[in-house]
């Protein structure tokens, strides 16, 4: 079974800036492959915001990209997002996932939120 722990979401005006950390552990034998970020505003579906695989490949939202940074240390099973810039419309609950080699099972934090004024 894998936990993945995510903290840094908060309360930031628009132009501002936050870094979303997220760590993936274990009790057993595993291997993280890919690891992102989605979000979920209120009234609106879940959506991808960035995510990164293991060789660090990295693909983003169209809506965040040039703003957002996601970046991972395999060392510590941890992925980062580095979000500038922000807007009222990135206001949502962001919630870190990793994808587990063995079992193929894809294992979702709590989610942190994020809201951005105006």
């Known amino acids: 079974q894998v936990q993945v722990v995510e903290s840094g979401g908060g309360l930031v005006q628009a132009g501002g800036s936050l870094r979303l950390s997220c760590s993936a552990r274990?009790?057993?034998?595993?291997?993280?492959?890919?690891m992102g970020w989605y979000r979920q505003a209120p009234g609106k579906q879940r959506e991808l915001v960035a995510g990164?695989?293991?060789?660090?490949?990295?693909n983003y939202a169209d809506s965040v990209k040039g703003r957002f940074t996601i970046s991972r240390d395999n060392a510590k099973n941890t992925v980062y997002l580095q979000m500038n810039s922000l807007k009222p419309e990135d206001t949502a609950v962001y919630y870190c996932?990793?994808?587990?080699?063995?079992?193929?099972?894809?294992?979702w934090g709590q989610g942190t939120q994020v809201t951005v004024s105006s």
């Open positions: 996932y990793a994808r587990d080699l063995y079992s193929d099972n894809i294992f």
């Open positions: 274990g009790s057993s034998t595993f291997s993280i492959t890919d």
């Open positions: 990164i695989i293991s060789g660090g490949i990295t």
